[in-house]
């Protein structure tokens, strides 16, 4: 299944401008303040990163799951995507991150750009995915703040 990069991203910013250049996994204004949101279509510079949604919305049946790659035109320009797993009975529009590893030129994304495929597969498990990323909406959802645990 292809996926296709909406309309708005989420662009990491001058780490002069929050917490001393660093993001606190558990502080979530700490991680709201690292982004910023802007509208396609867009120039990815050199060595820049940003968190995308496809606008595709995707139902994962139980038993299986999805993995998410990056189109390898893509790949051939300079971009980098971490694969992304969705897991069994997951649903939503996946938030995706690329990075231009290009050092010499920037990559312009428009939106509708098929940057991604999806590969559905049977998965070792049969557990339902019901985490806090459940349903996210056609829109970049910035990583939720990590639960502290009790040690």
């Known amino acids: 299944m292809d996926l296709s990069v909406g309309v708005e991203f989420m662009l ?20 709201d303040l690292a982004f910023d949101k802007e509208l396609l279509p867009y120039e990815l510079s050199p060595l820049e990163r940003g968190l995308f949604f496809a606008r595709e919305r995707v139902e994962i049946p139980v038993g299986y799951m999805g993995i998410i790659g ?13 694969t992304t797993f969705a897991r069994p009975g997951w649903e939503g529009h996946l ?13 312009a994304i428009h939106e509708g750009d098929v940057i991604w495929e999806m590969n559905i597969v049977g998965a070792p498990y049969e557990a339902s995915y019901e985490g806090r990323y459940q349903n996210q909406p056609p829109a970049v959802v910035l990583p939720k703040a990590l639960r502290l645990l009790g040690f």
């Open 95 to 107: 938030t995706l991150e690329i990075f231009n590893a290009n050092t010499a030129n920037s990559i």
């Open 70 to 82: 990056l189109r390898s035109t893509w790949a051939r320009l300079g971009l980098i995507a971490p």
């Open 12 to 31: 990491d910013i001058s780490p002069d401008l929050y917490n001393e250049g660093v993001i606190y996994p558990q502080d979530q204004r700490s991680i």
